[in-house]
């Protein structure tokens, strides 16, 4: 069974940091590659970031690339995203996911979490 739970969101203003959490059920978080995806408003789910399951390869988009940093502990099957110096476009619903690569980013799983809000001011 898939369980994706996401946590750790809220308001701030421009400039400000936040650092999500992703929990995830042992069978979907062992031994993959996790990403994160986010969904604003009136548009389609788009990649954030990626990690691969020992933590060694990393992937992001362009658009967050030295503002976001994606890591995990495989011993609490979490992954996180600190997202620092968050401007007014990073607003969206974040989601977590299992991948296939940290190149691929393609998801493992259709299905989604609730997601968390993130929600930047300018």
């Known amino acids: 069974q898939v369980q994706l739970v996401e946590s750790g969101g809220g308001s701030v203003q421009a400039g400000g940091s936040l650092r999500l959490s992703c929990a995830a059920a042992g069978r979907t978080f062992s031994r993959n590659a996790m990403g994160w995806f986010r969904q604003a408003f009136g548009k389609e789910r788009e990649f954030v970031a990626a990690?691969?399951?020992?933590?060694?390869?990393?992937s992001y988009a362009d658009s967050v690339k030295g503002r976001f940093t994606v890591s995990r502990d495989n011993a609490k099957n979490t992954m996180y995203l600190q997202m620092n110096s968050l401007k007014p476009e990073d607003t969206a619903v974040y989601y977590c996911n299992a991948v296939y690569s940290t190149s691929a980013r393609t998801t493992l799983y259709d299905y989604w979490g609730q997601g968390t809000q993130v929600t930047v001011s300018s």
């Open positions: 990690i691969g399951w020992t933590g060694g390869s990393t």
